[in-house]
């Protein structure tokens, strides 16, 4: 039997992909012509509509895919799916009344969740619907649990503890208190990334046992090791963000001993680089393969950068610039993107299948997108650098004429952004349309 | 349930636990014995920055937009201040648009930011780089 509901998150997680990064680029167009929309739509609401789109796809592609191969692909028997029904459409009336609270200027939340606070009430519920079905599930019909079911369980409950700590500033006790207050919101969001991570990276050892047809690699002691390394930085891991703010030492202190442990993540990595290459049936999934070598890129590049800013020394220096703002591009577009477009070619190839002619698209798309992110992401390097330069070298000039000077790093970062939105949408289209085509027969 | 299970589960319970304890510190502690309370007018200027969506173009000590300035500082830079930061509020200088914001608002905005810039310094020069790649901050009490 379909799971349409699955389906439906799949569908409303690509659409707000493709129309989240229209936004990002309508918000990068205000870098190079600060007057253009000023009037109708501002940078200050723009930017909140882009970011709430992408996050809105990295949470309903990685709930989708979950309900997804629960129900499709292992076969197991939903506790409910009437509940499940009903966080989609808690979901989605969530997701339209956040866009009216946009449209109507009621943006009395913070960065990343500007809506109107009311609305994280539903949202809230709606995670602990997916919270309920995923466990009663799970635990009735699961014994010895793979290291991604553990993932997944874990990202959701963290969701949760992280979306309600990301509004503590609601009581007086926080809010009133500048530093606290700056440090508690910090903390969630680093978090609260980490828990989406949680789903994202669950997603993508789960599709690479599907593709090797070997469960080993999500039961293997050293898969756990991981599991576990990665649950102490989601918990005590996030203090980058405020190294720079006053908060007591020791705050800071932990963080940065935490998130040097990430250094074993990264040997790892090397270590195995070639041997899982060669280990692969790639032939099985060829898309979803290709989709996960990139994302090996990715994290390869974002965690060196990560490290490094990681490090107080050298953090003190990127803080605030657009060296951070590579990285968050780095991790949501290079890792998080590509492990859930792996994850939806993934769940094509069981429904359906592509013809040579567009699976030729594909790949081509996956190159374009590569190539367009590497670029936009160097002119970030580039931007933050010359801010961090101006910051702490060249503070006889304006900020105003510092920015005048970026004005051609910009411009290869508005036109890479183009790029790489076309690339997005040659490969998001043809998986929409079949995803579409599958719910209509 | 399996033995591999109940050692994951053992394991996840003293993460909690340490979790727990950790997040109460976080909560409870303050930056120094005298932190920094906003009154009735800075949180009303809190409201208002909030409402407004400032941190999608501004920054406070590097947290926030890029498309502005970080105003941690701004209130006691040299030559900026309360009057520069009230003629920027209604003016729409480039990308930024023309509040409307009232004589009381904008009065509250400059106290919310009076308070952020009392807390410390961004960026912060005076800071002492370690061996061990830590950085020692200068706080603003240590006058």
């Known amino acids: 039997m379909k799971n349409k509901a699955a389906i439906i998150f799949l569908i409303t997680a690509l659409l707000a992909l493709l129309i989240g990064v229209f936004f990002g680029l309508m918000a990068a167009l205000q870098y190079l012509i600060p007057e253009f929309l000023k009037e109708i739509i501002p940078f200050h609401k723009m930017r909140p509509f882009h970011v709430t789109t992408v996050i809105t796809w990295i949470v309903l592609s990685a709930t989708g895919s979950i309900y997804f191969y629960l129900t499709q692909v292992e076969k197991l028997k939903l506790f409910s799916n009437k509940l499940m029904k009903l966080h989609l459409g808690i979901f989605l009336i969530t997701g339209l009344g956040i866009y009216l609270s946009y449209i109507f200027g009621k943006m009395d939340g913070r960065e990343y969740l500007a809506f109107t606070h009311i609305l994280t009430i539903p949202i809230l519920f709606g995670w602990l619907l997916f919270g309920i079905n995923y466990f009663k599930t799970m635990l009735k019909q699961i014994n010895n649990w793979p290291v991604y079911y553990w993932m997944w369980g874990t990202g959701i409950v963290f969701m949760i503890i992280h979306l309600t700590e990301a509004h503590l500033w609601l009581f007086p006790y926080f809010r009133e208190h500048v530093i606290k207050d700056l440090t508690v919101q910090w903390k969630s969001y680093g978090s609260f990334v980490g828990s989406w991570n949680m789903l994202v990276y669950g997603i993508s050892i789960y599709l690479m046992s599907k593709i090797k047809g070997d469960d080993s690699i999500g039961r293997n002691k050293l898969s756990f090791f991981f599991y576990f390394l990665g649950l102490t930085n989601l918990m005590f891991g996030w203090a980058h963000h405020t190294y720079i703010v006053p908060t007591l030492p020791w705050i800071r202190f932990v963080a940065y001993g935490v998130s040097m442990t990430e250094w074993i993540i990264l040997g790892y990595m090397i270590y195995e680089w070639k041997k899982n290459l060669s280990q692969t049936k790639k032939e099985s999934y060829p898309l979803t393969y290709k989709f996960l070598v990139t994302t090996d890129f990715w994290i390869f590049i974002n965690l060196i950068l990560a490290l490094l800013f990681s490090i107080p020394a050298i953090n003190f220096f990127t803080h605030g610039t657009h060296i951070t703002v590579a990285h968050s591009m780095g991790t949501t577009i290079g890792i998080n993107t590509t492990i859930l477009l792996a994850s939806l070619l993934f769940i094509i190839s069981k429904i359906s299948i592509f013809t040579k002619k567009q699976e030729k698209i594909i790949k081509r798309g996956l190159w374009g997108f590569n190539i367009t992110l590497f670029l936009f992401f160097t002119s970030l390097l580039i931007a933050g650098a010359r801010r961090s330069h101006w910051m702490y070298a060249g503070n006889d000039t304006s900020f105003s004429s510092m920015q005048d000077s970026l004005f051609w790093v910009y411009m290869v970062f508005f036109v890479f952004g183009m790029a790489l939105t076309t690339s997005i949408s040659i490969i998001g289209l043809p998986i929409l349309k079949k995803l579409i085509n599958y719910l209509r027969i | ?143």
């Open chain 2, 1 to 143: 349930m399996t033995k591999k299970t109940t050692y994951n589960f053992l394991i996840i319970t003293i993460l909690i636990t340490f979790f727990a304890v950790f997040n109460g510190f976080i909560y409870t502690s303050n930056e120094n014995e005298n932190p920094v309370k906003l009154t009735e007018q800075a949180m009303h200027g809190q409201r208002l920055w909030q409402e407004n969506n400032c941190w999608s173009c501004h920054q406070t000590y590097g947290l926030g937009g890029y498309l502005g300035p970080d105003l941690t500082n701004i209130y006691s830079a040299e030559n900026k201040g309360p009057s520069y930061i009230k003629a920027f509020l209604n003016s729409g200088v480039k990308a930024m648009p023309k509040f409307n914001f009232s004589e009381e608002e904008k009065n509250a905005l400059v106290t919310y930011l009076k308070f952020i810039d009392s807390t410390g310094y961004y960026p912060n020069y005076k800071a002492k780089f370690k061996s061990n790649g830590w950085v020692e901050l200068e706080y603003k009490n240590e006058k």
